[in-house]
Every structure is written in C-alpha cells, then in structure tokens.
C-alpha cells in the first residue's frame, strides 16, 4: 500500500508531547504520529489498514501470539534455572558422597542407601535436561 502526505501544525505543547513520546518509544517523530492517528481512528470504530495491509485486528493477533512466545520463552528459562539447581545440587550430593566414603572410609547400608539415592538424583537431572532440551 502506498503512503500519503499528510501534513499538520500542532502548537507546542502537543509538538513536544509527541516528541516525549517517540523518544519514551524509540521511534521516529513520524513513526509516533502514524501510531497516535492509528490509534485514535480505532477507539473511534474505524478500520484502517498497517502500511504492510494488515488490519489492526490482525496486528493485535500477532502482538498475541508474540506474547504467548515470549511467556512460554518465560516458562523454558525458569525450568533451566530449576534443572541448573538440581544438577548442582545432586553434583554437590555426590561430591560430599565420595569424600564421606574415600575419604573417610565411611561404610555400611546407610551409605549404600544414600549413594543410590544420589545416583538417581543424578540419573533423574540428566533425565530432565534430555526433555527440557527435546521440548525446545
């Protein structure tokens, strides 16, 4: 779709509040103008068209889906500082299981026990990392 020319004066006030709002946005003093006319002819009941053609309908579908994406983004970064956790975590247990049983010469059922709950926890981390990393 091809662009016309409108041209206006505004008193200065209304020149510096579009200008406050194009720097609040980082965009051009054009750009905020056609963004406010946009917006203004859409509270009003008008259906206009993007300079790409798509209707502001279509606009608020993608902005949408943009944020379901930037949610579920959310969603994975906060299970990989959980997995992060947990992996440091059973390192740790296992860590402290090896010096307790070399290095101290530690035996007997209780430490058989508590080895292969740290071999699991282990074993269950790598496991969520493997589904974390398949999901994305």
Not at 35 to 54: C, F, P, V
Not at 75 to 80: D, E, G, L, P, S
Request: proline share 1%; aromatic share 4%; hydrophobic share 45%.
């Amino acid at each position: 779709m091809g662009r016309k020319r409108l041209q206006t004066r505004a008193d200065a006030d209304t020149a510096d509040a579009v200008e406050d709002y194009a720097d609040d946005h980082d965009l051009t003093q054009s750009e905020a103008v056609r963004r406010m006319i946009r917006s203004g002819l859409t509270q009003h009941g008008y259906e206009i068209a993007t300079a790409d053609g798509m209707g502001v309908g279509q606009l608020d579908q993608l902005a949408d889906q943009l944020d379901s994406i930037e949610q579920r983004q959310a969603a994975r970064a906060n299970q990989r500082e959980r997995l992060d956790v947990a992996q440091n975590v059973s390192l740790v247990a296992g860590l402290s299981y090896v010096v307790a049983v070399a290095g101290l010469g530690a035996s007997g059922p209780l430490w058989t026990v508590v080895g292969v709950m740290v071999i699991i926890s282990i074993a269950a981390a790598q496991l969520w990392a493997r589904r974390l990393e398949d999901s994305e």
